[in-house]
């Protein structure tokens, strides 16, 4: 597959995951607004916080290291059979971790009132088995991925999704003195879904015509349970070290990503029922990030790891192929840098209003419109942060992994203790500072890296961080005008005030879109032709 067609199917593969995404957090916005209503804060905070971070710890320390050694280009040795037989290596791994944080959560961290929170020890051992559900579809998932397999993607978690949102609204409804049980069961129905669909279609694809077409390197549904054939290794040795690097770094990346999480759960800095107004927040700011960034960054780690052969310097790759991918890291680190700035810009303006909209004056009073507005600037360094090492993940050797590791291990300590000194001091918005400083570590490392990378060669994909001056000008004439408009309209004046002050920000929204298609004309050509595949016209 050439490079033009890699990046068409990533490109693709983004598209759809991000409408795919859009549809999940939509569905997750009006879910949360509904549940509101009718459970506790603090058993939000309980589920969101305590049970969720089970879940997502067990799941990433299981497989994430996997699916970025295996989804690497063929430079890292690629056998498929030995392939499936080192995915199959996550379930037994998460069983293990789920035997550990089981324990750890059962009897080390402090269980809630059962009271008012009833259930919470069968709660964690539905949400374990839940996530071992989940590894079983493990190697399907990254068969489907590696050969962008688009719409079994979106069509499973699209019906897990849905599956999980009805039994959440049916048994909050219909059983509200359920508690944990409700949404310890509508997770074991999502992940149950999920694998239940990959089967499926695996059953239904292998043997078939469009299979052999495609060159499918398994036949059978059994050929995808692990074996051995023609007297080769069980595993490929260089493939599963370069797990282990990754495996090393993911468990770093687990700390850095979910820091405020274990520190909430473990050194006990806030309530149940603040996480849980922290978490709503939280997954509220967040939302552009998850739905957007995050399907970008793995399409397009994807797309990096198949176009550069991964350890080589510039001047060792195909020249087609380095031009190409620093034409795509260009234009995809101006994309969420724009989207990031408008994010950040807005959000200030029209945290309290979505707030009070959402959750009522149970979100909209105290500290939750400075959380919002506080995330949305940590929003910004997200976008950048995930194009910058979605490409370094990609282009990084295993000594260079290796080194990263050691650098994850310093930030993922200092971290810690910053968001524990800076929460005793102002509470949850010093997670929200301690994040940002240690994305913006990260992104330093990332840029240093692209320039080194890039530097013996004529291409400059960092120069995507500059938007045109005219963008920045209206980016900071719209910031004066909301905040304006903010404290002259909103939020105690009715609802035709607060409907002027979502007109105003909507025009100067359309002023800020309209410089940015008038100024960046190369990054508009960039998106419709790759981010927006469906609505080109195919090549004859």
């Known amino acids: 597959m050439g490079s033009e067609d890699v990046l068409k199917s990533a490109s693709t593969l983004a598209s759809y995951t991000v409408l795919l995404q859009v549809m999940f957090r939509v569905l997750t916005f009006l879910l949360n607004a509904f549940t509101l209503r009718f459970v506790s804060k603090e058993l939000i905070g309980v589920v969101n916080v305590r049970l969720l971070l089970l879940y997502s710890t067990l799941v990433f320390l299981s497989r994430e290291a996997f699916r970025r ?10 056998n498929w059979r030995q392939v499936i037989n080192l995915l199959w290596l996550t379930f037994p791994l998460g069983c293990v971790w789920g035997v550990l944080l089981v324990c750890v959560w059962w009897w080390m961290l402090q269980a ?24 079983l579809a493990e190697p399907l998932w990254v068969l489907a991925h590696a050969h962008m397999f688009v719409r079994l993607k979106v069509i499973a978690e699209s019906l897990a999704m849905i599956a999980k949102c009805l039994v959440t609204v049916v048994m909050v409804v219909s059983a509200p003195q359920w ?110 990030a998850r739905f957007l960034f995050l399907p970008i960054e793995e399409s397009f780690y994807v797309f990096f790891a198949k176009v550069l052969e991964r350890g080589q310097g510039v001047r060792n790759q195909k020249q087609e192929d380095v031009s190409i991918a620093a034409e795509v890291l260009e234009c995809l680190l101006k994309l969420v840098l724009l989207i990031g700035l408008i994010i950040t810009v807005f959000g200030y303006a029209y945290s309290h ?11 909209s009073s105290g500290t939750g419109p400075t959380l919002l507005q506080c ?75 692209i320039h080194r990378y890039f530097l013996q060669s004529e291409y400059t994909p960092l120069w995507g961080l500059r938007p045109h001056s005219a963008v920045m000008a209206v980016l900071g004439i719209s910031a004066g005008i909301t905040t304006l408009s903010e404290r002259m309209f909103c939020c105690d004046g009715g609802w035709v005030l607060r409907l002027a002050h979502v007109a105003v920000g909507a025009v100067c929204l359309l002023g800020v879109v ?21 609505y080109t016209k195919k090549s004859t």
Request: charged content about 15%; glycine content about 8%; hydrophobic content about 45%.
């Open 69 to 78: 050694a295996c989804l690497s280009g063929e430079g890292a040795g690629r």
């Open 112 to 135: 809630p009132d059962p009271e008012s929170i009833p259930h919470y020890f069968p709660a964690v051992g539905l949400f374990c088995l839940a996530a071992l559900t989940e590894l």
């Open 179 to 288: 508690g944990l049980y409700i949404f310890s069961a509508a997770q074991c129905v999502y992940a149950g879904i999920l694998l239940l669909c990959y089967v499926l279609y695996f059953v239904h694809f292998l043997g078939s015509e469009e299979a052999k077409e495609k060159n499918f390197p398994f036949h059978r549904i059994t050929d995808l349970l692990p074996s051995r054939v023609d007297r080769e290794p069980l595993l490929n040795w260089n493939l599963t070290t370069l797990t282990w690097s990754f495996f090393k770094q993911s468990f770093l990346k687990q700390i850095l990503t979910e820091g405020e999480r274990y520190v909430m759960t473990f050194l006990n800095v806030l309530n149940f029922g603040d996480q849980g107004v922290y978490d709503i927040i939280n997954n509220l700011g967040s939302m552009v």
């Open 353 to 363: 209003l979505a707030l009070d909209i959402y959750g009522g004056e149970l979100l």
């Open 375 to 449: 995330y949305s600037c940590y929003v910004l360094l997200l976008a950048i942060n995930g194009v910058t090492e979605c490409f370094v993940f990609a282009a990084m050797s295993k000594e260079e992994v290796d080194r990263y590791n050691v650098l994850m291990l310093g930030l993922s300590a200092s971290f810690l203790l910053l968001s524990y000194w800076l929460t005793w001091m102002l509470g949850g918005v010093g997670f929200i500072w301690a994040n940002c400083c240690n994305m913006a570590l990260r992104i330093t490392h990332s840029i240093i890296y």
């Open 514 to 534: 309209t410089t940015v298609f008038l100024t960046e004309t190369r990054l508009v050509q960039f998106i419709k032709t790759q981010l927006l595949p469906k």
